[in-house]
């Protein structure tokens, strides 16, 4: 009878025990289902997470730029092994001249009433302002002291030395402003295609350049030859000599101290020309104007070709321009050819222009500030 009793007592138990530990089991597994469930979820929402981070450095580190080719690597492998790197300038002949002056347009655009400041007035503007020349080839630094006109009196001025002053004067920081943007975007340009992958504002900008620099389908390498600086004393010398040293009446009555031609549009027509001729002189509303269709016109049309590509030749080989070499590549300048290259070259040295080749103008913007 006791031990009935205990086998059904431990019978009891065992049936306990096993009810237990399936409920035990049982709760375990939703512990664990439940577990997972979590754990898959999380891992789910963390891939979506970072898959755009993953995704643009698998872009950056391993795709090709939809822009840009750098050659670098190989071009240093080359040295390495002894070879020769060859540098072909070659650039697009094609022009679109569509678009071509549209930001010189936009310098057209501005009021009426610019004030033309007298020769006296300007002398004495200069001398409160420190902005002298004798000083400028010994420091380099040039104030942006930015001229809109020319003075009338500056034929009046008997001086040579005199009226020469003056003219650079009012020339040099046109020319080195002008040459400062250009640099500001050439920077841009390199630090655009060192990248792999170029963001739509930086895509939008290069379309932009193509089209001010006459570039077509969509050639870099012609936009980098055309994108770049005049030296200084080149850009002096041909004014002086387009201008009479800003005595003439193109300069006087229309801004021109380039003597560019056109044969549409507004400008001046010379005086004893042919009634059949059809061309004139381009008239600019403000010099600074003029200074950039100058330098718009040297980087893009086909006649200065050879003269970009010599530029280019010169950058690379000793980081600086040689004036007196790249005026044998204007002939086409002017009708007289090589005989207006000697005279260029006669006024750079005549008047030690090529100190002011390296001459840089004080920033007025923190652009400009990031690029001194």
Same mark, same amino acid.
């Given at each position: 009878?006791?031990?009935?009793?205990?086998?059904?007592?431990?019978?009891?138990?065992?049936?306990?025990?096993?009810?237990?530990?399936?409920?035990?089991?049982?709760?375990?597994?939703?512990?664990?289902?439940?577990?997972?469930?979590?754990?898959?979820?999380?891992?789910?929402?963390?891939?979506?997470?970072?898959? +755009?981070?993953?995704?643009?450095?698998?872009?950056?580190?391993?795709?090709?730029?939809? @822009?840009?080719?750098?050659?670098?690597?190989?071009?240093?492998?080359? @040295?390495?092994?002894?070879?020769?790197?060859?540098?072909? $300038?070659?650039?697009?002949?094609?022009?679109? %001249?569509?678009?071509?002056?549209?930001?010189?347009?936009?310098?057209?655009?501005?009021?009426?009433?610019?004030?033309?400041?007298?020769?006296?007035?300007?002398?004495?503007?200069?001398?409160?302002?420190?902005?002298?020349?004798?000083?400028?080839?010994?420091?380099?630094? %040039?104030?942006?002291?930015?001229?809109?006109?020319?003075?009338?009196?500056?034929?009046?001025?008997?001086?040579?030395?005199?009226?020469?002053?003056?003219? &650079?004067?009012? %020339?040099? +920081?046109?020319?080195?402003?002008?040459?400062?943007? &250009?640099?500001?975007?050439?920077?841009?340009?390199?630090?655009?295609?060192?990248?792999?992958?170029?963001?739509?504002?930086?895509?939008?900008?290069?379309?932009?350049?193509?089209?001010? $620099?006459?570039?077509?389908?969509?050639?870099?390498?012609?936009?980098?030859?055309?994108?770049?600086?005049?030296?200084?004393?080149?850009?002096?010398?041909?004014?002086?000599?387009?201008?009479?040293?800003?005595?003439?009446?193109?300069?006087?009555?229309?801004?021109?101290?380039?003597?560019?031609?056109?044969?549409?549009?507004?400008?001046?027509? +010379?005086?004893?020309?042919?009634?059949?001729?059809?061309?004139?002189?381009?008239?600019?509303? @403000?010099?600074?104007?003029?200074?950039?269709? $100058?330098?718009?016109?040297?980087?893009?049309?086909?006649?200065?070709?050879?003269?970009?590509?010599?530029?280019?030749?010169?950058?690379?080989?000793?980081?600086?321009?040689?004036?007196?070499?790249?005026?044998?590549?204007?002939?086409?300048?002017?009708?007289?050819?090589?005989?207006?290259?000697?005279?260029?070259?006669?006024?750079?040295?005549?008047?030690?222009?090529?100190?002011?080749?390296?001459?840089?103008?004080?920033?007025?913007?923190?652009?400009?500030?990031?690029?001194?």
């Amino acid at each position: 009878m006791i031990l009935r009793k205990f086998n059904i007592k431990n019978l009891h138990k065992l049936f306990s025990y096993k009810k237990r530990t399936e409920t035990f089991k049982k709760k375990k597994s939703n512990f664990l289902s439940f577990y997972y469930t979590i754990l898959s979820s999380s891992l789910l929402v963390l891939f979506f997470y970072f898959l +755009p981070t993953f995704s643009n450095f698998i872009d950056k580190n391993f795709h090709k730029s939809e @822009v840009v080719q750098n050659n670098s690597k190989s071009d240093f492998n080359k @040295v390495l092994e002894g070879k020769e790197i060859k540098k072909e $300038y070659q650039e697009n002949e094609e022009l679109n %001249v569509k678009n071509l002056y549209d930001d010189i347009i936009d310098i057209q655009d501005i009021p009426s009433d610019v004030v033309r400041l007298s020769a006296p007035i300007l002398e004495e503007l200069f001398k409160d302002t420190k902005y002298n020349l004798q000083k400028i080839r010994k420091n380099k630094i %040039v104030k942006p002291v930015i001229i809109s006109l020319l003075p009338n009196e500056i034929k009046k001025i008997e001086n040579t030395k005199k009226r020469k002053n003056l003219f &650079i004067q009012i %020339v040099l +920081p046109l020319i080195l402003e002008e040459n400062e943007r &250009i640099k500001i975007d050439r920077t841009k340009l390199f630090s655009i295609l060192n990248k792999n992958i170029n963001t739509d504002v930086e895509k939008r900008w290069i379309k932009k350049k193509f089209k001010q $620099y006459g570039v077509v389908n969509k050639d870099l390498s012609t936009l980098k030859i055309r994108m770049d600086m005049v030296p200084v004393s080149l850009a002096i010398a041909q004014s002086a000599k387009e201008t009479g040293w800003g005595t003439s009446r193109f300069a006087l009555e229309g801004n021109a101290l380039f003597g560019q031609w056109t044969w549409e549009g507004e400008g001046i027509k +010379p005086l004893g020309a042919d009634n059949n001729s059809k061309h004139k002189v381009m008239k600019f509303k @403000v010099l600074k104007a003029s200074v950039r269709a $100058y330098i718009r016109n040297l980087n893009t049309h086909r006649s200065y070709k050879s003269f970009r590509r010599v530029r280019a030749e010169q950058r690379d080989n000793f980081q600086k321009f040689n004036s007196l070499e790249l005026a044998n590549h204007l002939d086409k300048y002017a009708e007289t050819g090589k005989e207006y290259v000697k005279i260029l070259k006669q006024i750079i040295k005549q008047n030690l222009l090529t100190d002011f080749d390296d001459a840089k103008i004080l920033p007025t913007t923190t652009q400009l500030k990031s690029s001194i």
